[in-house]
């Protein structure tokens, strides 16, 4: 890898990891797998009790069982970054729906999904992402990025028309996933006890870009990576996981722990943004997604993020004598910026860090 910043924003088309997969080949390509990398499997929690928290919103939001819940979601920010909601208000007929349509999407042959593929110097479309040089390993992954809200950040020529009701479900998910998101900065800075308004409306009419993973089954799992480790940029990421094999996973006290699939739960992962603004308190965990020998695996991602005037930075609550402010203050816009055109060496938060 060169020393020079790459642009992250343009990626290099890669061939179609499901076609690949349709080949029914013995061993994966080369180029696809991660001898580099520790076990990829097999890292077994020496604890097996170690499991992802789990919220339940309508606790939150009770006022009799509000205090407990808080504080398990407020311990679930800080010792995890990430852990399974339920009871969060979206009906199981949007979820179900969202993932029909992604199924239906990601089965059509791939002369018709390439209709919607990435454009030259874009991520978004159908595609693969962050492929910045010939020499760079691949994931074992395909997927379709599209913004979504507001509305006027759709780019409506490559959000898919086919299967019919794409489009329809997309609107209506993404507006969903805004409603959970909303809501959860309520709980959010009531547990770092900071103002909420200014979170809430920031949120309100944030931007939310939706990120469809295929996973392939894969004939060496061991050897390849659905997802390679990272952390999230936004403020959260909620995810779907489409059916009930495993893939992801999070690395917690030197361990991935996979986030058992749960029906009709959603995944709340923190970013980055969240980890700046609570001064370090509340964790952007790594995670990564494996894949599996027989089992395809969706999952259906939204990256949550304020509006782009709104200021990113350690919330002036938190910044006390002894506990100094441990980021810049940068907007939003400033700070995507910054994520695009930085070193890949340098992990992304420090570039952030006073
Ligand atoms: C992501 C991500 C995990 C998964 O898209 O950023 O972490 O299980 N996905 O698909
Ligand atoms: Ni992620």
Redo the contacts with the bound molecule.
């Keep these: 890898m060169g020393l020079e910043p790459k642009n992250l924003e343009s990626s290099i088309p890669v061939p179609s990891v499901q076609e690949l997969a349709s080949l029914k080949l013995e061993t994966v390509p080369s180029r696809y797998t991660r001898d580099d990398m520790d076990s990829i499997i097999g890292t077994v929690p020496s604890d097996k009790t170690l499991r992802v928290p789990l919220i339940d919103m309508a606790k939150l939001v009770d006022s009799e069982s509000q205090e407990t819940e808080l504080q398990k979601f407020h311990a679930a920010c800080k010792e995890w970054g990430i852990f399974q909601l339920i009871n969060h208000g979206v009906s199981d007929e949007s979820l179900r729906n969202m993932n029909k349509q992604t199924q239906e999407f990601f089965d059509l042959p791939l002369k018709e999904k390439k209709r919607w593929a990435q454009k030259p110097g874009s991520l978004e479309g159908y595609g693969q992402a962050f492929v910045t040089s010939k020499e760079q390993k691949l994931e074992w992954?395909d997927?379709i990025f599209l913004k979504a809200l507001p509305i006027e950040d759709r780019n409506l020529e490559i959000w898919p028309e086919n299967p019919p009701k794409f489009r329809e479900s997309l609107d209506r998910y993404s507006q969903d996933m805004r409603q959970i998101a909303v809501a959860l900065t309520r709980f959010m800075a009531m547990g770092l006890e900071i103002e909420s308004q200014e979170l809430y409306n920031a949120y309100e009419e944030g931007q939310y870009q939706i990120?469809m993973?295929y996973?392939p089954p894969c004939p060496q799992p061991e050897r390849v990576m659905?997802?390679t480790p990272?952390v999230?940029i936004p403020g959260f990421?909620l995810?779907l996981?489409c059916g009930d094999t495993p893939?992801?996973q999070v690395l917690k006290d030197d361990h991935w722990i996979f986030?058992e699939p749960l029906d009709g739960a959603i995944v709340v992962?923190m970013g980055q943004i969240t980890e700046i603004l609570s001064n370090g308190l509340y964790k952007a965990p790594e995670?990564?997604?494996v894949v599996n020998k027989s089992m395809e695996?969706r999952?259906i991602?939204t990256?949550c993020y304020p509006n782009l005037s709104f200021k990113v930075g350690p919330a002036k609550e938190l910044i006390k004598l002894g506990s100094p402010p441990l980021y810049k203050t940068v907007t939003v816009e400033e700070y995507i910026g910054c994520f695009f055109n930085r070193k890949l060496e340098v992990p992304f938060i420090d570039a952030m860090k006073i």
Excluded: C, K, P
């Design positions: 992954n997927m990120r993973n996973y659905g997802l990272h999230d990421a995810l996981d893939g992801l986030v992962n995670h990564r997604a695996r999952s991602v990256f």
